[in-house]
């Protein structure tokens, strides 16, 4: 069975420029998370959706950060503009009984 | 909210050692319990958990008992080898929505 993917791995941006991440999660998984990793830190909850739905994107920053989920499987997130203090790990878990299985996340820079 | 603290590293340690890296959280309700370990180049994976209190995870070696009057889930292992050289996640997560992590504990075994 394959496991969440994502893409890009790694992604090198100026500031200003929008970057944006691809994620598939694993087959028949309808819940959907984005977490946010800097540096040193654990990860963070941007986003949750089930299937389709947003259902907790409290902690996303909306100015400038966007994601979807069109048809309740793949989910892409956007940064429009990138600032420096993005630079992170982007990653995305999907939920199975009882776990969140993660992809190996989106190391984005921003220089 | 809901947080995790974890006991600070990187631990380093030599081969054959024994492990034990400190948990504590701070949740309303019962909250189910998570180690989870992140190796070099690779997603987050589940090590082990627990969902009630008295209740041991175990996996690989590695156990870890949910204690609730202490708040805590502290991570053991009593034989380390090198291959177990990664980077400790704690989580809790309330109803099955979101797992909410510790910073991270980088454990280094050294032959």
């Known amino acids: 069975e394959a496991g969440v993917v994502q893409s890009p791995r790694y992604k090198i941006i100026e500031k200003k420029q929008p970057v944006a991440f691809w994620c598939n999660p694993i087959s028949g998984h309808n819940t959907l998370y984005w977490y946010l990793q800097n540096l040193g830190q654990g990860p963070e909850l941007l986003i949750r959706y089930e299937n389709e739905e947003a259902v907790d994107d409290s902690q996303l920053p909306k100015d400038r950060f966007s994601a979807e989920r069109l048809k309740g499987v793949d989910s892409t997130l956007k940064i429009q503009p990138a600032e420096l203090g993005d630079s992170a790990v982007y990653l995305c878990?999907?939920?199975?009984?009882?776990?969140?299985?993660f992809g190996e996340g989106s190391r984005l820079t921003v220089l | 909210g809901d947080s995790v603290t974890q006991m600070e590293g990187p631990v380093t340690l030599s081969e054959e050692a024994f492990l034990t890296i400190n948990c504590t959280y701070t949740?309303?309700?019962?909250?189910?319990l998570f180690w989870y370990v992140q190796y070099p180049g690779e997603g987050l994976q589940l090590l082990l958990k627990a969902t009630k209190a008295d209740d041991k995870g175990s996996n690989k070696g590695f156990e870890a008992t949910y204690r609730k009057e202490t708040t805590s889930f502290h991570l053991e292992k009593g034989s380390v080898q090198v291959s177990d050289s990664a980077v400790y996640f704690c989580?809790?997560?309330?109803?099955?929505?979101?797992?909410?992590f510790g910073a991270g504990t980088i454990l280094r075994v050294k032959s």
């Open positions: 949740a309303t309700g019962y909250p189910s």
């Open positions: 878990a999907s939920r199975g009984v009882g776990e969140l299985f």
């Open positions: 989580a809790l997560s309330q109803y099955g929505n979101k797992l909410v």
